[in-house]
């Protein structure tokens, strides 16, 4: 199939499943409906862009979803189209940039969360480090960091990342609140029992610093007591008042 200008059936473009390409959390029937009527008063939309995949020949749409149905409501059988090659990888992107760009209607918060939620589970963009999907989805980071532990059930953590640079490095370990209270107790219990710092660190996987912090913080609580001005609800330290 020649790429470019091309004219191709509507009935190729809306495909089964072919909203999976789509960043917008939903198909806007009204925004569907003004845009049919526009074309049959003449108006000139730009192209739809879609794109083809060499390994599977499957057309997938990247931009131009509701200029689509909207040639489709008005019983149009064949629309011109710009065909590049491309994945579905391709597709999804072309249509995150094209709407950051704000060439068609501009994202909403929940179009946002599809953006970001597509990149994290995609085999090679959820490589990425968080600023970088932030700027290609046109939000902050700490919105990427939001979405991503709503959704942390569902998206597999990936091994490495790869960071702006173009640079892959190895994840950071967890941070679960659970896992650290775990591996502070097991730091305590092994210093209790004479194991030396330099031995805990290296059993349990972590830098010599972070056992002397886990028992410099034990040692401090254990010298607190329940503050007898606040009616026990604060803590200070042993022989303060």
């Known amino acids: 199939m020649k790429l470019g200008k091309q004219e191709l059936s509507v009935s190729c473009l809306i495909r089964r499943n072919w909203l999976d390409t789509e960043m917008r959390a939903a198909i806007n029937q009204t925004k569907v409906r003004q845009y049919a009527m526009e074309i049959k008063d003449g108006a000139n939309f730009p192209l739809p862009v ?8 499957i057309v997938r749409v990247g931009d ?26 391709d597709a999804f992107l072309y249509g995150i940039e094209s709407n950051r760009k704000q060439k068609g209607m501009p994202f909403s918060t929940g179009d946002l969360e599809k953006c970001i939620l597509t990149l994290l589970k995609d085999e090679e963009t959820r490589k990425w480090q968080q600023n970088k999907i932030a700027e290609t989805v046109g939000c902050s980071q700490g919105y990427v960091s939001t979405v991503a ?93």
């Open 50 to 57: 879609a794109f083809i995949d060499p390994k599977d020949e």
């Open 64 to 89: 131009g979803f509701h200029r689509i149905l909207a040639y489709e409501e008005n019983g149009v059988d064949k629309i011109s189209v710009d065909l590049k090659r491309g994945s579905r990888r």
């Open 149 to 241: 532990k709503k959704f942390k059930d569902v998206v597999d953590r990936p091994d490495t990342i790869v960071d702006r640079n173009g640079v892959v490095r190895s994840m950071p370990q967890s941070k679960d609140k659970a896992v650290v209270i775990e591996r502070k107790e097991k730091a305590l219990d092994m210093f209790a029992r004479g194991t030396p710092k330099i031995e805990i660190g290296r059993k349990l996987g972590v830098a010599r610093a972070s056992v002397q912090r886990y028992i410099k913080d034990a040692m401090e609580e254990a010298e607190l007591v329940k503050c007898p001005h606040c009616n026990g609800t604060g803590l200070i330290k042993q022989g303060e008042t």
